[in-house]
């Protein structure tokens, strides 16, 4: 059987499939397997954030790094592949010293129980990494849609991370080689002290009396279904448990969050995009396609509902098909992109 791989504040983690359950999350694995307590565990459906984590990935199709806030309690711990995966132990502590961030709360006053704060903090820790020095209070005021609080009140927690702001909007950030790969193959040692080069072909690994496949082509996922039979579910951001908890676990999971062509989109009369192509990222696609091409400048409009879907975390690995799929499922379910998708067909 295969192996997959990751890691955790900076330590490499390998499963092979026996550790864990077809329903091993990430938060269980950090906080059962790891004992890093820091990750809450609350309402394990992705609606109050303290159990947000920052995760570090490649695109499957830029192969360019992003930084993204994800709910842990909805990832599954299989679905980790390659993910740099940072928590609030990583980001710092009593012992090696506090992280600005975790500074800059307390000295605001932004906490009272503590149970919530770690998940607002590496919120606020993504939202850092992927917006750079260029980051602005709307910004910072958008992002939070999924983090409750209940003691303390939003107003010394936002007031804390709008310190961070640049108050001067229109300062590009020229650091962006963070985000490039080298396009040859690694010789040398890499500074986080591992490397490996990833050869796209189906991993297989075994989870009691379930399997789990992670694939990287379209042809693959037919591969394993003419093989393995029809009871199988496709995984990509798997946010939809939060709303719809599985009643009956299926014999096969397909992993297909890795597959390029489903995260790729074509634009000439019309705009084309893959189905596993994240909320985040689309509304990105739409708001650039909106300014540069006046056939698409109803987008604009399109933005502004599809930032009302959930929030920043769940939309960051939620997927367009996974969301469409929901409502094939379940018809009761209210969803905007559904809506707004038929109202510009009936346009």
Known sequence: MDTLFFTVNGERCVLSGSEVTPVTSLNDYLRDHLGLYGTKAMCHEGGCGACVVSVSTTHPVTKEKRELAVNSCLVHILSCHQWDITTIEGLGNHKDGYHPLQRRLAEYNGTQCGYCTPGWIMNMHSLQKSSGDNLSKKQIDRAFGGNMCRCTGYRPILDAFKSFANQSENVQDLEDLHKLNCKSTCKNKCNDGWCFIEIDVIRELQLGLNRWFKVYTINDIFKVINREGGDYQLVAGNTGKGVYPNTKEPRIYIDISSIDALHDF?????????????????????????????????????VKHLELVAHVPVRNIGTIGGNLSLKNRHHDFRQIFFFCSRLLEAV
């Open 266 to 302: 074509s634009i000439d009369d019309n705009l084309v995009i893959g189905a596993g192509m994240t909320i985040t990222e689309f509304i990105s696609v739409c708001d650039r396609k909106s300014q540069m091409n006046e056939d698409f400048l109803y987008m604009k409009e399109f």
